[in-house]
């Protein structure tokens, strides 16, 4: 019966483990693969065509490329604060880039699909 309790201790440990570890996989900051995963939700989510979902592909895969460069900078560096101003600018940015896009229908559902997001997050305006 030891023996057993023991194997199934060690089974929910190493599986906890490898999932703390990885985040049960669900983080994937390339930004490639993130530009597809957020074009694919918002073509659904947005009805859009082919053509509105390969522009605004484009746009989110120059700011994730953007940002990812500017996450690794803030890494090195001690004051944070013009990288977020960076960030928070290039945020709008990419909205503006997206409403040229959009027609007001699904710009009005982009922005609730954002602010959305920001709620599950916890974070404020300039977090999406």
Known sequence: ????????MVVLI????SMAQNRGGQRDFNPEDMAKRQTELYKT??????AQAEKIGKVLLA???EMMAMRQEM???EDRTKIREK????RANREKEIKEILNEEQ???????????????????GSS
């Not at 190493?14 to 483990?17: R, S």
């Not at 989510?45 to 082919?50: A, C, F, I, P, V």
């Not at 960030?87 to 290039?90: D, P, S, Y």
């Open 87 to 90: 960030m928070t600018e290039l």
């Open 63 to 65: 700011s994730n490329k």
């Open 45 to 50: 989510e947005l009805n859009l065509d082919d």
């Open 75 to 77: 890494q090195n560096e």
């Open 14 to 17: 190493g599986t906890t483990m």
């Open 1 to 8: 019966m030891r023996k057993i309790a023991l194997i199934v």
């Open 107 to 125: 710009f009005e559902k982009y922005q609730k699909l954002m602010e959305e997001r920001r709620s599950r997050r916890g974070g404020g305006p």
